[in-house]
């Protein structure tokens, strides 16, 4: 079975003081790995889709790393406007697995 | 990407009623979920909304308390019948346009009392 698991659950930072979130994942056959944004009292926003071991992309202060085994999201330098719960999901044979979340607060 | 709306944003209903959910796209789109959000936790599949077919539900949901309808490639519905406390989360619609990103609506709040 498809596993996500996300750490820490909650996070917080001062202004400019970067971190990285970690998604930890078993699939059977990635199709994709993904990271999504969500605002209390709203819908998941989509950051990123990562596909092979090694893959990099970015965002102004956000950058996703992905590994065989693993995402990390990278926060740099940021701003209490990226404070926010960030998903991370997979996507096997089916359908997308979600993690729990980690809720990041960015301290002014 | 996609457009989605959803509605109603929120609603408070009795117990033992049902509330329909409605989710429009504004495009044709090959493939639309349903997922539930309770308190605090993360995204649970409720099922694959098939156009001109019945649903596929995920393990735990079952057609009669979760109906849904996909009447063409742009719009959905939910309904969750005879409710109770217990169905009080957000939920939401789903839509994979073509790649394989899945982009959300905004959420029904729905509280039960």
């Known amino acids: 079975e498809d596993q996500v698991t996300q750490s820490p659950e909650a996070l917080r930072l001062q202004e400019g003081e970067s971190s990285s979130l970690n998604c930890s994942y078993t699939?059977?056959?990635?199709?994709?790995l993904f990271w999504y944004r969500q605002d209390p009292g709203k819908g998941p926003e989509f950051l990123f889709t990562l596909y092979s071991a090694g893959e990099e992309k970015e965002k102004e202060r956000l950058k996703a790393t992905l590994t065989k085994k693993e995402s990390f999201l990278h926060i740099t330098a940021p701003k209490p406007e990226d404070s926010a719960t960030y998903l991370c999901?997979?996507?096997?044979?089916?359908?997308?697995?979600f993690g729990q979340g980690t809720r990041l607060t960015i301290n002014p | 990407s996609a457009v989605i709306s959803q509605k109603p944003s929120r609603d408070i209903c009795q117990r033992g009623t049902s509330l329909t959910i409605q989710c429009q796209v504004d495009?044709?789109?090959?493939?639309m979920f349903w997922y539930r959000q309770q308190p605090g936790q993360s995204l649970t599949l409720i099922a694959t909304a098939n156009q001109g077919s019945e649903a596929t539900y995920e393990s735990g949901f079952v057609i009669d308390k979760f109906p849904i309808s996909r009447p063409n490639l742009t719009f959905s519905t939910l309904t969750v019948s005879n409710m109770s406390p217990e169905d009080s989360s957000i939920y939401l619609c789903s839509v994979v346009d073509g790649s394989t990103e899945a982009f959300f609506g905004q959420g029904t709040r729905l509280t039960v009392v």
């Open positions: 495009s044709q789109v090959t493939m």
């Open positions: 999901a997979v996507r096997g044979a089916q359908k997308l697995v």
């Open positions: 699939v059977s056959g990635l199709r994709g």
